[in-house]
């Protein structure tokens, strides 16, 4: 009877609570191990995926740049943009002079040599009508003062382009845009060139002025003069070097160079006053919108891409925006890809394409950009074919 009573009141009595370090220790000796071999195969196949087996399409938003050169070796008379400065399609961005001062003021001696050869020649018929008005004679005197005055224009072009510097240098400012507590030029000669600008500019004007009222002249008297009294021979001539000097004027004036499409200006190559050649670059312009990815897709080559085949392309970026594209053409052949599109692994231990990595090739596809995507040319994105 006694042994029944105590087992009765054992069994109403509450269970002994059990510690909380003794319920974190069995956790930690039966749970933990389970948890960190899950966690352990997820990393590994996160490394796997990321950086050992690398996803078989990778891609890069399109970067347009643009190079603006001249077409010929010359001088530059002035860059009017900046550097990440924002341009338009068809925006003058600087201007070039591509001929020598120097040989200009040649070419215009030897057509003031040739224009006094066509004066003194023998003309029978020319001679007999000088009794009234010698229009040819007034011709030629129209086009030796027009010589005079490109000469002139040359001379204040080249005068201009100096003072332009020298006011750089007295300012304390160099070519690359950097800036000197000292003067590099006196003020004198600052004030010298200065005046030698205003002579040449002011003769510049004088012969315009004098050129247009002799040709005023000329058109007045040839539309009052009876036909026939020209000579065909000197009419010639003349024709001949009125286009010579047509074409040295033409060579005198700045070729403007363009900006090929919106975008920004990335790189300023060379500045004002420098010395140019034919196709050397200037600046870059890069387009500010990009509209496609460049795609590759890596070997082996287990993925058939087609014209039309739907591509998710999600940013890297914090909010890791994705949207839909398309594929718009496929390459017929295997290209080098891109030294940023490989594994870090590749890249990074040698310095990208050198140290001896060898180039890897893939298939080039072209893909759409989503228009909710905000990402940058030049940029990494993720890319995966979506499943129709």
């Given at each position: ?8 009141q ?10 909380p ?8 000796i ?20 990321g950086y050992?087996?690398?996803?078989t399409?990778?891609?890069e938003?399109?970067s ?20 990440l ?5 068809g925006?003058v961005?600087a201007?070039v002079i591509?001929?020598e ?7 215009i001696a ?11 020649g023998p ?10 008005i010698?229009l040819?004679?007034l011709?030629?005197s129209?086009m030796y003062k ?9 001379r ?11 006011e ?6 160099t070519n690359?845009?950097?800036?000197s507590p000292?003067p ?19 003769s510049?004007k004088?012969?315009e ?15 009052k ?12 001539a ?5 286009k ?7 060579q005198?004036m700045?070729?403007d ?6 975008g920004v ?7 004002t ?7 050397e670059?200037i ?12 795609a ?10 087609r ?6 392309v999600r ?13 718009i053409?496929?390459?017929?052949q295997?290209e080098?890809?891109s030294p ?5 692994s ?13 180039a ?14 905000t ?8 890319l ?5």
């Amino acid at each position: 009877m006694q042994d029944q009573s105590t087992t009765g009141q054992s069994s109403s009595l509450p269970p002994i609570p059990t510690p909380p370090g003794t319920l974190f220790r069995e956790f930690r000796i039966q749970a933990v191990p389970y948890i960190a071999f899950v966690a352990g195969v997820g990393l590994a196949a996160w490394l796997w995926r990321g950086y050992v087996g690398p996803a078989t399409l990778v891609g890069e938003v399109e970067s347009v740049r643009g190079i603006v050169s001249s077409v010929g070796p010359g001088r530059l008379a002035q860059v009017q943009v900046d550097a990440l400065q924002r341009v338009t399609a068809g925006q003058v961005l600087a201007r070039v002079i591509t001929a020598e001062p120097r040989i200009l003021e040649a070419q215009i001696a030897l057509s003031k040599a040739r224009i006094d050869a066509i004066r003194l020649g023998p003309d029978s018929d020319l001679r007999k009508l000088n009794s009234q008005i010698n229009l040819e004679g007034l011709r030629l005197s129209w086009m030796y003062k027009r010589a005079e005055w490109l000469s002139a224009k040359a001379r204040s072009v080249y005068r201009q382009l100096e003072l332009a510097r020298l006011e750089k240098l007295r300012a304390g400012v160099t070519n690359a845009g950097a800036s000197s507590p000292f003067p590099a030029l006196s003020q004198n000669d600052l004030d010298i060139s200065r005046r030698d600008a205003a002579v040449e500019e002011a003769s510049v004007k004088e012969l315009e002025q004098l050129v247009t009222q002799i040709g005023d002249s000329i058109q007045l008297m040839q539309s009052k003069r009876p036909e026939g009294q020209e000579s065909r021979s000197m009419l010639a001539a003349i024709d001949v070097e009125s286009k010579n000097l047509d074409l040295i004027e033409s060579q005198m004036m700045p070729v403007d160079l363009l900006a090929p499409f919106d975008g920004v200006v990335s790189v300023v190559h060379r500045w004002t006053g420098e010395t140019i050649q034919a196709g050397e670059p200037i600046l870059t312009v890069s387009q500010e919108k990009p509209s496609r990815v460049v795609a590759f897709v890596r070997q082996p080559i287990q993925l058939q891409a087609r014209t039309g085949m739907k591509v998710e392309v999600r940013s890297r970026g914090g909010n890791r925006e994705a949207g839909v594209g398309e594929v718009i053409r496929v390459g017929s052949q295997l290209e080098p890809i891109s030294p940023t599109l490989l594994p870090r692994s590749a890249s990074a231990s040698s310095g990208g394409m050198g140290g001896g990595v060898v180039a890897e090739n893939g298939l080039p596809i072209l893909v759409s950009l989503p228009g909710n995507l905000t990402v940058y040319p030049g940029e990494i994105i993720d890319l995966r074919i979506v499943a129709p």
